[in-house]
T-cell receptor
Framework: DGGITQSPKYLFRKEGQNVTLSCEQN?????MYWYRQDPGQGLRLIYY???????QKGDIAEGYSVSREKKESFPLTVTSAQKNPTAFYLC???????????FGQGTRLTVV | AQKVTQAQTEISVVEKEDVTLDCVYE???????LFWYKQPPSGELVFLIR??????QNEISGRYSWNFQKSTSSFNFTITASQVVDSAVYFC????????????????FGGGTRLMVKP
């Protein structure tokens, strides 16, 4: 089945640690996105990538980093510089233009 | 800057009631796209509809209908004869044409409306 796979579903991080969230898609989409969801605030764009080896910062990129070495993969690293990383993270992809984005099932990150 | 407001944070209805979820947007662009997504408890966002700014026709899909009014910058979503399975968080989102290119479509989301349908 085609789709977007995020892993892990739940992730616990100690303060000061970097963690990487995985996002893989087999939809052959060029564009991929990372959003953060906090209660009552909707989704906010962290990073997006329009093509392999290229990515741009979204609205809340501080404390995060990404890579796009393959079309299918767009991992997100939450660094120790991110002061409030506890949130629900959603990865998405789209064909391009004004088409709808398809979302993964999310990773819930908790700092312990 | 673009902005989407969903003033209703939570709505509770009894099954078979009709319910309307409000969405108001702000944009300076004359060409833009509006979306509705459903987020069930599993967490994944499910696409419901996309509407471009030049098409103000209302749309109906089964029990779902959408009312787009540019004059009031609103894109409201109505569920007729609600069912328990409709319980979810619903998001309205906006994408401006100026931010869309051949391979990108960045969305600005509203805060979401949590709909609870009780049996």
């Amino acid at each position: 089945d085609g789709g977007i796979t995020q892993s892990p579903k739940y992730l616990f991080r100690k303060e000061g640690q970097n963690v990487t969230l995985s996002c893989e898609q087999n939809l052959n989409h060029d564009a991929m996105y990372w959003y953060r969801q906090d209660p009552g605030q909707g989704l906010r764009l962290i990073y997006y990538s329009q093509i392999v080896n290229d990515f741009q910062k979204g609205d809340i990129a501080e404390g995060y980093s990404v890579s796009r070495e393959k079309k299918e993969s767009f991992p997100l690293t939450v660094t120790s510089a991110q002061k409030n990383p506890t949130a629900f993270y959603l990865c998405a992809s789209s064909v391009g233009g004004a088409t709808e984005a398809f979302f993964g099932q999310g990773t819930r990150l908790t700092v312990v | 800057a673009q902005k989407v407001t969903q003033a209703q944070t939570e709505i509770s209805v009894v099954e078979k009631e009709d319910v309307t979820l409000d969405c108001v947007y702000e944009t300076r662009d004359t060409t833009y796209y509006l979306f509705w997504y459903k987020q069930p408890p599993s967490g994944e966002l499910v696409f419901l509809i996309r509407r471009n700014s030049f098409d103000e026709q209302n749309e109906i899909s089964g029990r779902y209908s959408w009312n787009f009014q540019k004059s009031t910058s609103s894109f409201n979503f109505t569920i007729t004869a609600s069912q328990v399975v409709d319980s979810a968080v619903y998001f309205c989102a906006l994408s401006e044409a100026a931010l869309i290119n051949n391979a990108g479509n960045m969305l600005t989301f509203g805060g979401g409306t949590r709909l609870m349908v009780k049996p």
